[in-house]
């Protein structure tokens, strides 16, 4: 059964860093692509990054370009997102997902507010 | 940027009947491969979202044959035929032709 789970969520204030982490299984995580994707409370989807299976290209929504980083450690079937500059509007539910979009973790809450 | 621009649903909907939800791309998704890069997803209240509907109309792996989708390069509709308890939700398109990968803003089900 395929498997994500989303940690490392929390409050922080405005400007602070945080580094989400999705770890999987029941699948070969290192043959595929992986998103995240985040949930403002209340509204609609938004893709925020991609990283190929291979580390070899990653892409991000202009709303995160410059302050998050999406990375991955395939020995350790681990997606990551550090989050940097922290902003209110960063205040959303993260999901990981497979490439296809095929499955999601749970999400994970992550609130930026003084 | 491809906008992805979703229509609403008459709501309530009564049990039984058929639903069709349409979306709107800015761009057509119809790749020269011949294939369309769209999906649609249904996120229950409280949960993560689901994948239903893949290249805009292959079903993903366990879903319902009450869920069909269909359409051109730039106009689609999901449609739900007899309507459910367990549809309930609000129902989203999404791109994959380019990135940034971009969704409609979701179209709410409920029940009538």
């Known amino acids: 059964e395929v498997q994500l789970v989303e940690s490392g969520g929390g409050l922080v204030q405005p400007g602070s860093s945080l580094k989400l982490s999705c770890v999987a299984s029941g699948f070969t995580f290192s043959s595929y692509n992986m998103h995240w994707i985040r949930q403002a409370p209340k509204k609609g989807l938004e893709w925020i990054a991609l990283?190929?299976?291979?580390?070899?290209?990653?892409y991000y929504a202009d709303s995160v370009k410059g302050r998050f980083t999406i990375s991955r450690d395939n020995s350790k079937n681990t997606l990551y997102l550090e989050m940097n500059s922290l902003r209110s509007e960063d205040t959303a539910m993260y999901y990981c997902a497979h490439s296809g979009g095929s499955h999601w973790g749970q999400g994970v809450m992550v609130t930026v507010s003084s | 940027d491809i906008v992805m621009t979703q229509g609403a649903l008459p709501n309530p909907v009564p049990s039984g009947e058929s639903a069709s939800i349409t979306c709107q791309s800015s761009k057509s998704l119809l790749h020269s491969n011949g294939k369309t890069y769209l999906n649609w997803y249904l996120q229950r209240p409280g949960q993560s979202p689901q994948l239903l509907i893949y290249w805009m109309s292959t079903r993903a792996s366990g879903v319902s044959d009450r869920f069909s989708g269909s359409g051109s390069g730039t106009d689609f509709t999901l449609k739900i035929s007899s309507v459910e308890a367990e549809d309930v939700g609000v129902y989203y398109c999404q791109q994959f032709l380019e990135y940034p990968r971009t969704f409609g803003a979701g179209t709410k089900l409920e029940l009538k």
């Open positions: 990283i190929y299976y291979d580390s070899s290209n990653k």
